[in-house]
Nanobody, 124 residues
Framework: QVQLGESGGGLVQAGDSLRLSCAAS????????MGWFRQAPGKEREFVAA????????YYADSVKGRFSISRVNAENTVYLQMNSLKPEDAAVYYC?????????????????WGQGTQVTVSS
């Protein structure tokens, strides 16, 4: 069982940066594939980024590639999402998620545990 809690969201201007954090409690954090998803009002939740248990592999949505960076510190049970050059279309509630399955990390269905989300608002 893993409990996840996101932080770091807020209101920023277009072009600014934010770093989201997701703290995990429970056992075996280092065994989990970790992902970030987001959901804007009126839209379905979508994949943003994921990282394998060893940090050996990272995955990104095309819309954020080159601007966002996912990382993790297993010793701290924390995964981060560094977001640079933010755009108004990046505004959403951002969720972190954990999965013991390493395959198909971009697919929401593989994730077993979810945080409560943190709001990111980007003004133009």
């Amino acid at each position: 069982q893993v409990q996840l809690g996101e932080s770091g969201g807020g209101l920023v201007q277009a072009g600014d940066s934010l770093r989201l954090s997701c703290a995990a409690s429970g056992s075996s954090f280092s065994s989990y594939t970790m992902g970030w998803f987001r959901q804007a009002p009126g839209k379905e939740r979508e994949f943003v980024a994921a990282i394998s248990w060893s940090s050996g592999s990272t995955y990104y949505a095309d819309s954020v590639k080159g601007r966002f960076s996912i990382s993790r510190v297993n010793a701290e049970n924390t995964v981060y999402l560094q977001m640079n050059s933010l755009k108004p279309e990046d505004a959403a509630v951002y969720y972190c998620a954990a999965s013991l399955r390493g395959t198909y990390p971009k697919r929401e269905i593989i994730y077993d545990y979810w945080g409560q989300g943190t709001q990111v608002t980007v003004s133009s």
